[in-house]
């Protein structure tokens, strides 16, 4: 019988990371730029390897490919096949990241890529006043645009959010955004790390040299139409991720609230403040993450601590299992 597995994070180094990831979630973590813990990811350049249980060691692919659908789900092994098909990261934009823009599945399959990429965000913690780059400004067209790539005003074009923790926002492929300083973050998205870079601050690195841009690809897939951009955004009346948890008497052991439910994937965020008891579908492998606070996973076969900062992928084969404690979680299910 397969179990929740954990996996020991990979870390990332890039020169606008800081050290939040370490402080946040309690963990020893070596270097000063660590920009991305990627949670589970299931690819050559960084691949998750089980770190509790039976398979302890073992790398993901390995474990898919002895166990297919047992993992995966029926439904999405018929659709992907051995491919894993999302990638789960924990952001710290100790800086602001590079305005970018990811491709679609068309797309990205032209450059070679199995997929495109479209993402969520959803916010840990923020410093007051954060914001991020969420679409450009209403009327920009591709003229106005390429006009001021060519002028150096870029950063005029661009539509700012303000943010706070819980809140959260979709990121279709083509649109135009940037995660800017002071924000951490969990993102889960497409298994895909394809990134085209617009403008990068007039940044360089520690040799004097500017990060690479990727124009012509980035206009390519640019949507322009940012009508539909605000339904995607999610604000909370609160900034304090412990709320919610603690609910009121008159109220059951548990709140789910549907964060995101794309092509892609559906994303809940699910309050726990006793036994939250469910099912895993033979259709699709189970995700959750345990933002804030700590419990215990109970399962036929046994049982698993969850600390905050866990991210466990549950098989399609586990069916029933509950969850004590008092957490905060994000549940995701690939489609």
């Known amino acids: ?10 870390y990332k180094e890039i020169l606008w990371g800081g050290r939040r990831i370490g402080e946040y979630f309690d963990r020893e973590i070596q270097g000063e730029n660590i920009a991305e813990s990627w949670e589970l990811s299931c690819r050559d350049d960084g691949m998750s390897v089980i770190s509790n249980g039976e398979h302890r060691g073992t790398e993901l692919s390995k474990l898919i490919c002895q166990y297919k659908e047992q993992i995966l789900g029926t439904k999405i092994y018929e659709k992907y096949g051995l491919y894993f098909p999302l990638l789960v990261k924990i952001i710290d934009a100790n800086d602001k990241l590079s305005v970018q823009v990811h491709p679609d599945d068309e797309y990205a399959k032209l450059i070679g890529e199995n997929n495109g990429k479209n993402e969520m965000w959803y916010i840990l913690d923020a410093k007051d006043g954060a914001k991020l780059i969420y679409g450009l ?50 993102e889960i998205q497409q298994n895909s790390n394809t990134t085209f870079r617009i403008f990068d601050w007039d940044r360089t690195d520690k040799h004097g040299n500017k990060r690479e841009l990727h124009i012509e690809k980035a206009l390519d897939i640019i949507n322009f139409d940012t009508n539909e951009l605000e339904k995607n955004v999610k604000f909370k009346e609160n900034c304090n991720l412990t709320d919610n948890i603690k609910l009121d008497d008159n109220v059951t052991s548990k709140e789910e609230i549907k964060l995101i439910e794309s092509e892609y994937f559906s994303v809940d965020e699910i309050n726990i403040n006793d036994k939250y008891v469910s099912t895993v579908s033979k259709d699709a492998f189970m995700i959750i993450m345990n933002i804030y606070g700590f419990g215990k996973i109970h399962w036929e076969n046994g049982s698993e601590i969850i600390n905050k900062g866990d991210t466990l992928l549950l098989p399609a084969c586990l069916g029933k299992f509950e969850i004590e404690g008092s957490l905060k979680l994000l549940s995701v299910y690939a489609i």
């Not at 019988?1 to 990979?10: E, G, Q, R, V």
Request: aromatic fraction near 8%; charge should be negative.
């Open 1 to 10: 019988m397969l179990y929740p597995f954990k996996f020991d994070p990979i």
């Open 137 to 186: 400004k209403q009327n920009i067209s591709r003229k106005d645009f390429v006009n001021a790539i060519k002028n150096g005003t870029v950063s005029d074009t661009l539509n700012e959010v303000h943010v706070k923790a819980g809140d959260c926002l979709y990121i279709p492929s083509g649109t135009v955004h940037a995660i800017l300083e002071d924000i951490l973050i969990a």
